[in-house]
């Protein structure tokens, strides 16, 4: 039998769907923004992109021997990138790891005769957590359970073990816990797996609204949800203190999910507002439609990393040749398996 999950309730303001103000001087003008578009999933047409702010430049992610790439997230530096695609001669979806700078991509799951989906690094860089499916001839169904891999030998190991679908898992910021969707027979709640002891537990659900998509800044979790059992468009919703709020920027008639918070109270998401998906950028006050990215394509999916996070990771690189501090976070940025002066040269580069 199904737990029962705690409810959070809150005012949710029905609005009108209304489009965002310009984003020519609003929008970050450093960083680099990953994101995916597609006619519709079931075109299995989706690319992947990297949009770096500061030269206002584009750049497909793409190799012979997968499509259909989706959902990308970056480590712990910018030039690791993790995203799903259909490795195009097993015909099955694979984790891939793609280095920016020296443009190799691996296949991290490579002929396993499984579904793997909905990849993220943990906040260390040195491990990714993802859905993996196989189909059930018992249920007539996949069954999905979460697995992590161990980059650095390859080990993956499997987290859950049930009849419930487990997907689109997110470390919390110290790496200790993951949230994650929990759905089973037609409802989705928010769950949270401590990885110290192997047990879940549940963090939102509301009878009848579906709810997923959940993902963490600093301590907070956010997540998409239904705004109501009637009214089956998507928001996002902000937990902290166990307190939950809803965005601001959500409008009732249209969908709005794929949140990519910032630690500053700012995020990126996605809106139907403008007839497909758009993304759109949010600085605490006013939501900017970002124009210049988006397209009569579905735009979804986005990951940030920002120059702010890139001068961190430089530091502690820094300090760590230096001998002034012990990090286990991944650095090795050039992608050749040490950690040295190149590392530091390849990001300045970026930025």
């Known amino acids: 039998m199904k737990k029962t999950a705690t409810v959070f309730l809150s005012l949710i303001v029905l609005g009108v769907c209304s489009s965002g103000a310009s984003a020519s001087d609003t929008v970050p003008n450093s960083g680099i923004l990953l994101y995916h578009n597609y006619s519709s999933y ?31 997230d970056f480590g712990s530096h910018p030039y690791d990138i993790t995203f799903m695609a259909i490795d195009t001669q097993y015909d099955e979806w694979d984790i891939y790891r793609y280095n920016s700078y020296n443009g190799e991509i691996i296949n991290l799951t490579p002929n396993s005769g499984f579904r793997n989906e909905d990849p993220k690094f943990s906040p260390d860089g040195n491990k990714i957590v993802f859905k993996r499916g196989y189909w059930s001839s ?18 993956i ?38 990885l110290r002891t192997g047990l879940s537990s549940p963090v939102y659900a509301e009878k009848g609204v579906l709810s997923y998509y959940p993902m963490v800044s600093d301590d907070k979790l956010y997540f998409t949800k239904w705004f109501s059992a009637d009214n ?60 210049f990215i988006n397209t009569d394509l579905q735009e979804l999916g986005a990951s940030y990393f920002s120059a702010e996070d ?42």
């Open 42 to 72: 079931e075109n299995l047409d989706s690319r992947l992109y990297q949009y770096n702010f500061k030269d206002n430049a584009f750049t497909e992610i793409k190799k012979e021997g997968f499509s259909h790439a989706m959902n990308a």
């Open 138 to 155: 018992e249920k007539n169904d996949f069954i999905y359970n979460l697995a992590e891999i161990e980059l650095k030998s390859g080990k």
């Open 157 to 194: 190991t499997m987290l859950t073990d049930d009849d419930y679908e487990e997907s689109m898992p997110y470390y919390t910021a110290d790496g200790s816990n993951i949230f994650y969707a929990r759905s089973f027979e037609g409802e989705s709640d928010i769950y949270v797996l401590d």
């Open 232 to 291: 089956r468009n998507d928001c996002i919703v902000r937990v902290d203190d166990n307190e939950i709020s809803v965005m601001p920027f959500n409008d009732s008639n249209c969908n709005t999910s794929d949140v990519y918070p910032l630690s500053n109270g700012s995020m990126f998401f996605s809106s139907t507002r403008n007839g497909s998906y758009d993304i759109f950028f949010y600085d605490g006050n006013t939501e900017y439609d970002i124009g």
């Open 310 to 351: 890139a001068e961190r990771v430089l530091t502690e690189t820094s300090d760590f040749l230096l001998n002034r501090s012990d990090c286990d976070k991944n650095m090795d940025a050039d992608g050749d398996g040490t950690v040295s002066v190149f590392d530091l040269v390849a990001l300045r580069k970026q930025f």
